[in-house]
């Protein structure tokens, strides 16, 4: 079992940055991905961003490509994800997930899930 706990969010304002952070317990993380999804009011869940935990392969949705950066730390076993020029459609509940084996973007691949964190960017 893996635990995900989400920390980090707020409200910010457009243009402005966060650093969203996901603390893993339970089991070392070798051999798993790590994502991170989002969720709109009224939309499905959305793939973010996922890296590779062994080898820190990472890839991007392309609505966040260039704004955002995953990264992890090894010793604290946990994963971020900075956002950087954030705008109104960024706002959403942000969760990030564990799999083992390699990233996908696909949400039904993830195996466990954190609760969560509200972010809001005002215009």
């Known amino acids: 079992q893996v635990q995900l706990v989400e920390s980090g969010g707020g409200l910010v304002q457009a243009g402005g940055s966060l650093r969203l952070s996901c603390a893993a317990s339970?089991?070392?993380?070798?051999?798993?991905?790590m994502g991170w999804f989002r969720q709109a009011p009224g939309k499905e869940r959305e793939f973010v961003a996922a890296?590779?935990?062994?080898?820190?392969?990472?890839t991007y949705a392309d609505s966040v490509q260039g704004r955002f950066t995953i990264s992890k730390n090894i010793l604290t076993n946990t994963v971020y994800l900075h956002m950087n020029s954030l705008k109104p459609a960024d706002t959403a509940v942000y969760s990030c997930a564990a799999r083992r084996g390699d990233y996908y973007t696909t949400r039904q691949a993830y195996d466990y899930w954190g609760q969560g964190t509200q972010v809001t960017v005002s215009s």
């Open positions: 890296v590779v935990w062994s080898d820190g392969r990472t």
């Open positions: 339970g089991r070392a993380l070798s051999g798993y991905s």
